[in-house]
């Protein structure tokens, strides 16, 4: 039961447009959803956040969106640039309770920013 | 700044044999995960430890294994390798507050033949 999805597992864009990134989710209890980036043969580094009492979150060129009723979020690269070149995974997790911050994790999306 | 060192960037071992995979924290934190990636099925959690000593099973717990018995220190242990464990380990830690980031290590590709 794949309860974060990322249905798109590549991307291409062109250096200086606008990426746009996909994920769905299906659990209600989440409330809090990140975005990881990942480089080949690295750990994945985090890069921005939101928390479902907000709809926006903005760090500079990355921004990301959540719709709570459709259970979507997005995440917005503007401009696009080829170092941003990697694999982006969403991920969410249910604050409180016995979580203990455990992330469910998408499969991943393949970014390539073209020159 | 937080440092997560994995034992091995790349670890080849054979069917059947016990592997050790170590993580190292240097930042004091309580709660520290171990993840395997594989190519269109994103990070899975295998196991989690919430505080020393303390472990909890994540999604894919079987046929591996994991200690803590000391806070910078968790091991994932792999009691006899088998071929569809060929993947990328990763390990990351987590400071318990109001935000849910996790800091990973560089991971360990581990292949089993």
């Known amino acids: 039961d794949q309860q974060v999805k990322q249905n798109s597992p590549s991307l291409s864009v062109q250096e200086g447009r606008i990426s746009i990134l996909n994920c769905d989710y299906t659990n209600s209890m989440f409330d809090y959803f990140l975005w990881y980036k990942k480089y080949p043969a690295e750990g994945p580094t985090f890069l921005i956040s939101?928390?479902?009492?907000?709809d926006k979150n903005e760090d500079g060129r990355f921004t990301v969106f959540l719709n709570k009723s459709a259970k979507h979020l997005s995440l917005h690269i503007v401009p696009s640039q080829p170092g941003d070149s990697a694999v982006y995974f969403c991920a969410a997790s249910a604050l409180g309770g016995t979580s203990y911050g455990k992330l469910t994790f998408g499969q991943g999306t393949i970014l390539t920013v073209h020159p | 700044d937080v440092k997560v060192t994995q034992s091995s960037r790349y670890l080849v071992k054979r069917t059947g044999e016990k592997v050790f995979l170590e993580c190292v924290q240097d930042?004091?934190?309580?709660?520290m995960f171990w993840y395997r990636q594989d190519p269109g099925l994103g990070l899975r959690l295998i196991y989690f430890s919430y505080d020393v000593k303390m472990k909890e099973k994540g999604d894919i717990p079987e046929g591996y294994s994991v200690s803590r018995e000391k806070k910078e220190r968790f091991s994932l242990i792999l009691e006899s390798a088998s071929t569809n464990q060929t993947s990328m380990y990763l390990c990351a830690t987590r400071n318990p507050g109001l935000t849910y980031e996790q800091y990973f290590g560089p991971g360990t590709r581990l292949t089993v033949t």
């Open positions: 930042m004091d934190h309580e709660n």
């Open positions: 939101i928390s479902s009492i907000k």
